[in-house]
């Protein structure tokens, strides 16, 4: 019952901690940024949109004078922007606490990422693999280092055609398209989890969900509008499970939080289980050969 009622007053002092957040200058990765400011972690907005995310850093600052916060560019559909803001963090930075692999996009009309990948696999998984790759020796270097995964309730429509990742031998089906690459996202963190095990990696890995929230997310859907104001949850409620799964220090990796209620759409964040396809070990293996291909980045 006490695990129903999580909130961010449980989320321990994260003084000292240094944060990435992909995607920070809207819905989630935005909220996520500001309550982990006010917890006293060092944040770096990594963003598509620098204007947009200097926008954002003003609205923090405003609100918690002693904010610490980085704005730097990152667009996960180009892996040229991914391997640029990975030298830069390495150059820069000694570790990273928390790796928070927020951004993504949904149910976008076909369209391709610099690299020739489909572009909701390419911008929501294939870029964070490179992405979380690049940074490996700074979160080996942090202190309790933690990664965490952004899914979806939609992982339950993915099911990746491996010899067909990029859509170039089928119909494109958006819907389909999204929720394969929010299975990815869970194939990614449990290999993840996998290997850290074997090879006696301290890193943790956990993965959440934000049931259904309002916010820019819905853009290219019928689910934006009329039906995100009355159904949706707020912001503040969907960026809890990220929280947890960043901030709670009882959780393992592998875990995997999001919303206790309504079909896990609302309501604070518990564990949840994952679907059975997601739990397939070959198809996290497969994955992970895939993107070591596609993205020339190598763990
Ligand atoms: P938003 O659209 O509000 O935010 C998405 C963020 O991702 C924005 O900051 C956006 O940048 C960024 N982004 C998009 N493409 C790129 C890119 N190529 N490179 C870098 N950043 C990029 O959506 P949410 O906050 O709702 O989504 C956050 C995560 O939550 C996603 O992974 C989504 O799949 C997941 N999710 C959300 C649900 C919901 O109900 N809201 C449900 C299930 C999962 P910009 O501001 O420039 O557009």
Redesign the pocket.
Known sequence: MADKKWNTSLIPDQRGRVVVI??????????AARVLSNKGAKIIM????VT?GESVADEIYKMYKGADIKVKE?????LK?VRLFAEEMNREYKQIDTLI??????MCPFSK?TDDFEIQMG??HL?HFALTGLLMPLLKNGTDPRIVV?????HKFGNINFSDINWEKRKYNTNRA?GD??IA?LYFAYELVRKFKEEGTNIKVTAS???????????HTNLSGLLNNIF?QH?SM?TQP?LRAATDPTAESGDFFGPAKHFEMHGHPVKVKSNKLSQNREAWSRLWDISEQLTGVSY
């Open positions: 992909t995607g920070a200058t809207s819905g989630l990765g935005k909220e990594a963003v598509r949109n947009k990152l667009d996960l559909a180009n922007s692999n927020n951004a993504g996009i949904m990422t911008t929501n870029g952004t899914s979806s309730v939609a999204y690459s929010k996202n969900h934000p049931g259904w929230t309002k916010t820019e997310l819905q853009r949706a912001v969907g990220t």
